[in-house]
């Protein structure tokens, strides 16, 4: 049997909104009402935190310690090698890779991801390089020994940020399924994920209003039929923009 592991990168610097991770949405962190969405993934074995060693990250350790979740502390820059050590900790084969900026993550489509590489000759299950999904709904997955021969061999800057970025650059050395939203949820210009101060009211707005009902027991179907109700919603954040990897890169 494959062991399964889900590790969040997260830490408290960022460029756009500082300590977004551990922002209010309704009473609890942003990283609590991640964690509450991925323990309801059925596929998993465990979870870990991959945070960095800088200072600025103690809180996160704190707030795992509280969670009585795993964490792992590793370079903040080399993000790639932070990730293959938390996996390393959790004894892991297969990695499924979250950023802690996902809080609106669905269970159901990180157990979708993990059955379907389980069941594929695949080296790789993502729906994050050919957008159907909202952004932020994203769902990798992959073994943890492809992952270390990449973290041995690339020094490639971007490579080392962005940990699965070489997979999507060298189609062909791994065999990528890509994962497609089914039609009531195809909405690759919605964002879900926490990187503006907009981003943040957004999600806040979402739980406010489906909170009461669902608890954290919400996914991409009830967020986007509220959307068709509230359409207004959208326009929170729909001037937030993401950069490619490399283009982010060349701007930092």
Not at 59 to 83: I, K, T
Not at 171 to 179: G, N, Q, S, T, V
Not at 185 to 211: G, K, M, S, T, V
Request: proline share 6%.
């Amino acid at each position: 049997m494959s062991r399964i592991i889900a590790s969040i990168e997260a830490r408290m610097s960022s460029s756009r909104l500082p300590g977004k991770v551990l922002a209010d949405i309704g009473g609890q962190p942003a990283l609590t009402r991640l964690l509450r969405r991925l323990r309801q993934a059925q596929s998993l074995n465990g979870i870990i935190l991959a945070t960095s060693t800088n200072p600025a990250d103690d809180p996160l350790e704190q707030w795992g310690a509280e969670q009585n979740l795993p964490v792992y502390r590793g370079s903040e820059e080399d993000v790639l090698a932070r990730v293959v050590g938390a996996q390393r900790q959790m004894n892991s084969d297969i990695v499924v890779e979250i950023t802690g900026d996902s809080i609106l993550l669905d269970p159901e489509i990180i157990d979708w991801g993990v059955t379907t590489f389980l069941e594929n000759e695949c080296d790789v299950v993502a729906n994050v390089k050919k957008l159907s999904f909202p952004m932020g709904i994203d769902v990798q997955v992959y073994r943890l020994s492809d992952l270390e021969e990449i973290s041995k061999t690339i020094t490639d800057s971007a490579v080392r940020e962005h940990v699965s970025l070489y997979f999507y650059e060298h189609p062909e050395r791994y065999r990528i399924f890509h994962l497609f939203a089914p039609s009531p949820w195809h909405a690759p210009d919605y964002r879900f994920q926490l990187d503006y101060p907009e981003d943040l009211h957004f999600i806040r707005e979402i739980y406010r209003l489906l909170e009461p009902q669902y608890g954290d027991r919400f996914g991409v179907g009830k967020i986007i039929s509220l959307l068709h109700k509230n359409p207004s919603l959208l326009d929170i954040n729909r001037q937030c923009i993401e950069k490619p990897a490399r283009e982010r890169e060349k701007s930092t």
